[in-house]
């Protein structure tokens, strides 16, 4: 009989769960963005309006990236890439872009709010990301000094 740890069920029920939240959130920005959002848009002033499409393009990449690294995940649990693979720099989930406080402030609600759920979102799964290939040798100063390498 296979017996599988309680670490690595908890790993999947976390990684599924972020799965469906990342779906159902990736449909109701999709949703949003191309019904009612595009309406709330045109209300708006025209570079605000350029700043609305902008941002929903950045909610789409993090979302797309977060699924992505999900998918890399499931992968990885089903067998079909090995833990090292999903190392590689091309399957890390990588950094979210960055949005204007003061133009999501001027966005309708309904934008602001996926805004935030999809950096919300990709910023736990960044969390994640970052402890894969962590070791227990690895030093809390080796650990900063990557951290900083990457920040700069």
Known sequence: MDRISPETRIHRRLIDALY??????????????????RTERETLDPLVRVGFSCESLKVTTRLMH???WLLTQRAVDA??????????????LGEAP??????????????????????DLHRRVGLLDRAQGVTETDSPVHNLHNRLALAF
């Open 20 to 37: 469906i939240e990342a779906m159902l959130l990736a449909d109701e920005a999709r949703s949003y963005f191309d019904e009612v959002g």
């Open 79 to 92: 067998g079909e890439l090995r833990d090292r693979d999903a190392l590689d720099p091309s399957r890390r």
């Open 66 to 68: 977060v699924i992505a």
């Open 98 to 119: 960055m949005f204007d406080a003061d133009l999501v402030g001027a966005l309708p609600l309904r934008a602001r709010s996926l805004i935030a759920a999809s950096a």
